[in-house]
């Protein structure tokens, strides 16, 4: 229960920092303690403590309607515009903060812009609420990691950790206090632009990723300078966009939404993230952003979190668009009732939400606590003790892109690396091989390797393929360069909006093939870099097409005529068709868009520093037409048949994926055996562990993922033929051998089940471990009733 005690009044109205520090210290003993309903002991850095609840209701003790809503409105600075552009002045934003009518604001950057917002509202407003500000730190802030979807490919939880660290040490030394990120959007469709921003397909390594990176952002103490309130986006569905085309509807049955788009977001919220994101996309016709079943009685209600949920850019007014709201008014009824906190450059919870109160359509109480969930994260910053703790100029000259943070860089990119094919152990080569042609329009990029979202990340920063081979031979190597064609035209400019400039492909420009070829001659191995642009990928992103844009393949197929040892150096946002380039070479590496250390990162590979230890987080097609394809697919009722074409198949291309889930090669040979079990019968709470032996039976050191996937033989709902549910990583010398245990207990094997409930059903259960999603190794048990 909450109390209006109308006698702090006269202490609130002092002047500058003292009214702060009263609102965060002095009003403790005053007023009653809201019920702390929501507290949960999972949540480590967003909480209900009774402290800081007690400091909530004073200050909302304090507030008038409009700085109420005030806290709920987020606007864009004018720098950089992350989605379509507003008509609203800077005159009319400054006056809203100057009344301290805005509670937080996005794409503000750097301690001079931050420091500047905020002292507007510090020194003008009457209550000197301090703002939040937002950036879509993705995969880091100026030193830029692999994109989110090439790091999962690393499969290594401490490094993705560290470099979520590293990102909001440089945000925050930049002034920022919340990032936009991780992005947790189960996504199956190579199409999807946005599939580069997330970590693939599959449920299981999208959550325990989720919750790394979260820990790395926020760290275990949000209010310390270094860390950064984190946002879990987008809720929900958001990455099954219908045939890929972004922004699109989501068809899904309430089963697989709970089964397979939900548990990363459950994971979050008991991780203690501190803010969600909702999304673009509606549902089965209910926008996410309108959706109150999802986020004011799942995600506030069951759950129990305590943080708040911002729209994304526009969505509630986008809900007019969809066809769901008939006006802005009538917009911010539907989303503030269903649970989203904050509107982000929407301006209509400003225009609308006064009179919808006094209308009594939206409940005061709502928007109380609307703005309690957001005053929670800004006292759990620390914001209210220190508006400007993350205006520290001495940081942000040293805490941004240093070398501590570019060694980091390197280490994530090559073990992003995906080694897909090496026929005849063409890789490693030698340092001192004879000559090499680097070929191909990525050869000598230095800006596509920072992909999309790249935040500060500076144009033409990144090291490129060239540049990476050239620091990695010896000096007798003789080192060639052709661009042989190029990709795009024109890429995008610093300074220009990538949202504005569309991307052309070059098709006609045939001139540069000729001199690839002749030093593809010359060369005792040729790496080729080919793949798509930087903004191939990202939002607005969809294609139809994943294969090789403009020439890419005709310049493939020119110098294969004249030299057989082609590497294919694969730069990319999403899981292309490569089928017939595959088909071409002897060696493929995947390497993504690696961030400002990709050509270092990449020698290390071709030569051998660092042998490649990457698995596919996303399977890659044999034909666009399998899309979304993904491993853990249901059996149907009719999954083989071999002399009639009557089961579910495709007649010109294969069922299951060319490159699959989980997959991916090593300089060295793991050989799996001894898949035991210690009991083959156990009840529906207990547990039981699997074990199986991995030997090194190859000559060199290397890493192996080493993956355990189950399936529930049958249930009350149809289960996947395998799903993902643990893995390891480890390094294995030569000819050693390691016993790898996995536990298997009722997480295991629990599903959203038609009783709609997390159950496990007693049941036989398969349960493989192995190298990929094709492993072969095989047992069985049963789980029986207690
Ligand atoms: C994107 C979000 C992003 C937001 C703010 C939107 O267009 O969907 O992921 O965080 O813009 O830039």
Redesign the pocket.
Known sequence: MKVNNKTLFVTVISIKLLAILLISCQYLDKGNIVENDSQTTENKSIINDEITERKIDSVLSLMTIDEKIGQLVQYSGKWDA??PSSSVSDQYKNDKLRKGEVGAM?NVSSVASVRETQRIVMENSRLKIPLLFGY?VIHGYKTIFPIPLGESASWDLDIMQQSAVISAKEASASGINWV?AP?IDVSRDARWGRIMEGSGEDTYLTTVIGVAKIKGLQGNDLSNSNTVAACA??FAGYGFAESGRDYNTINIGEFELHNTILPPFKAAANAGVATF?NA?NDIDGIPSTGHKYLQRDLLKGEWNWPGFVVS??GSIGELIAHGYASDLKQASEIALNAGSDMD?QSYAYEASLKELVKEDNVALSLVDDAVRRVLRVKFHLGLFDDPYKYCNEEREQNDIYNQAHLNVARDVAKKSIVLLKNNNQLLPLSKSVSSVAVIGPLANDKNTPLGNWRAKGEYNSAVSLLEGVKQAVSKNTKVYYEKGVALTIPTIKPGENQFSTPIEFNTTDTSGIRKAVEVAKKAEVVLLAIGEDAYQTG?GRSQVDIGFKGLQLELLEAIKKVNKNIVIVLMNGRPMDIRSASEMVPSILECWHLGSQSGNAIADVIFGDYNPSGKLPVSFPHHVGQEPLYYNQKNTGRPYGLKQVTYSAYRDAPRFALYPFGYGLSYTTFKYDNLTLNTSEIKVNGELEVSVNVTNVGDREGEEVVQLYIRDLVGSLVRPIRELKGFKKMMLKPGETKTVTFLINSETLQFYSVNKKWEVEPGDFDVWVGGSSKAELKERFSVINE
Request: glycine share 8%; hydrophobic share 50%.
């Open positions: 992350t989605g996005l879509d936009f992005m986006k987008h994101m673009f994304d850019w982000m939002e």
